[in-house]
């Protein structure tokens, strides 16, 4: 099982960024999808999820009307599209397949800075 993200880097405030998730070796088009990030010194907490077949999404307060979630089945991949970029919003991003109960497979993180 792996969940490559790519896409992350260094953004001036105002800015945007695209970060993708590549999927292998699990059912990706069963799986709900979540990006959670994670800045220094703070806990881990939930950005934007999916449903199976993208019909779905919801979003943190904090990111409403600025990211925008999405996947492509066919390629096993899901994207966070960031506008709109905030100092506040620096973080490693990380994506996830949740489960029932829980996540079950996770990603090894993208670095977003945004800064000037």
């Known amino acids: 099982v792996q969940l490559v993200e790519s896409g992350g880097g260094l953004v001036q405030p105002g800015g945007s960024l695209r970060v993708s998730c590549a999927a292998s070796?699990?059912?990706?088009?069963?799986?709900?999808m979540s990006w959670l990030r994670q800045a220094p010194g703070k806990e881990r907490e939930l950005v934007a999820s999916?449903?199976?077949?993208?019909?779905?999404?919801n979003y943190a307060d904090f990111v409403k009307g600025r990211f925008t979630i999405s996947r492509d089945n066919a390629k096993n991949t899901v994207y966070l599209q960031m506008n709109s970029l905030k100092p506040e919003d620096t973080a490693v991003y990380y994506c996830?397949?949740?489960?029932?109960?829980?996540?079950?497979?996770w990603g090894q993180g993208t670095q977003v800075t945004v800064s000037s």
């Open positions: 070796g699990f059912p990706f088009s069963t799986y709900i």
């Open positions: 999916i449903s199976s077949l993208g019909r779905n999404t």
């Open positions: 996830a397949a949740r489960g029932a109960t829980k996540y079950d497979y």
